[in-house]
C-alpha cells in the first residue's frame, strides 16, 4: 500500500520556488554592493528630510513675513490671513513633491493620482468647493473688511473672520454667527460702516391741537446739542404724515456710522425731554364710545 507524499511547510515551498533555486537569482545578490547601496539610499532619504524639514520651515517663515509686509502696507487683515494661509499650503505642497522626487518616486505618476483623485473628490464636495470659490471672490472684491457692521442674508453683525468656507459675524448681544461663503455671495449684502456715515430718522407723533413750528424748532435744537450729530449735512425735521390722531414729524440727523445705536436712544430721550418741556403733548389711541338708550316697546292696544 502506497503512502502519501510527505506535506511540505509554506516556508519549505518558498524555498523551493523555481526563482529561488536559480543559481542567476543567488549571483545577483551576490554581485550588489550592500555597503554601498544602504550608504546611497541612507543619503537619499536623509536629504529628503531634510528637504522637507528646512521646506516646513521654510514654508512658515515666508508666509510671517508675507502676513507682516502686507500688514506694513495697510492690507485689510482678512486679506493678509487669507494670503498667508494660502502661501504656507503651496509652499509645503512642492515641498513635499521636491522630497519625494529626491527619494525617487515617480513623482508624475503621483500627480496624475493626486488629480484625479482630486477631480472626484471635487465632484463629491462640490459644495464645500464653492464655498472656497465666494471665499476668493469675498477677497478679491471685498465687499466688507474685519470690523464693519454689516447684514448678510438678513442676519446683521459685525465681520470678524472670512475663512476658507465660512465667514464668523458677532451680534451686538455677543453671539456668534457662522454664514457659509456661498450664502453670503449669493445674498444681499448690506454694508452700514463703509460709507463712514449713517442718518438716524425718528418719527415722533405730534397732537393736532399742539404748535408744528414749535415742535420743529424744539427737536432741530435737540439735535444740533448733541455732540454725536453731525454738523454737515445739517439734521432737520419734517412732516411726514398726517395721521387720524396726530401729525408725524420725522427727525433727520447725521452722525459716525459707529455712534449710530448710541446717538438714536440718545435722540429719543431728548427729542421727549424737550417736547415736555415746551407742552407738546404726545397723543395717544382713543376710542369714543356712544351709548343709546333702549327704544322702550310700544304697549299694545
Partial sequence: MLSAPPVSSPVQQVLDHPVLQSSRFFDRLQRIDWPELSLEWGVRIAAALLI????????K????????????????????VFLGNLTRAVCIVVVVVAAMDEVGLPTTSLLAVIGAA????????????SNIAAGVMLIALRPFRAGDEVEVA???????????????????????IVLPN?????????????LGQRRVELTIAIAY???????????????RANPRVLPDPAPDAVVTAL????????????VASGDYAAAKCEL????????DACGVNAPHPHHVVHLHAPTPPVPSA
Fill in 182 to 194: 456661498g450664502l453670503i455671495v449669493a445674498a444681499p449684502i448690506t454694508n452700514y460702516t463703509v
Fill in 61 to 80: 517663515l515666508l508666509a510671517k513675513v508675507l502676513a507682516r509686509g502686507l500688514t506694513r502696507l495697510g492690507v485689510d487683515s482678512i486679506l493678509t
Fill in 154 to 176: 438678513g442676519l446683521p453683525g459685525i465681520v470678524e473672520q472670512v475663512r476658507i468656507f465660512q465667514t464668523v459675524l458677532r451680534t451686538n448681544d455677543n453671539r456668534r
Fill in 243 to 254: 395721521a387720524d390722531t396726530s401729525m408725524q414729524v420725522s427727525l433727520r440727523a447725521w
Fill in 52 to 59: 522637507l524639514g528646512i521646506g516646513v520651515w521654510l514654508a
Fill in 209 to 223: 391741537g399742539d404748535d408744528i413750528r414749535v415742535a420743529r424748532t424744539e427737536l432741530l435744537a435737540a439735535a
Fill in 118 to 129: 482630486g477631480l472626484g473628490i471635487g465632484l463629491a464636495l462640490k459644495d464645500s468647493l
Fill in 268 to 275: 429719543l430721550e431728548e427729542a421727549r425731554l424737550a417736547l
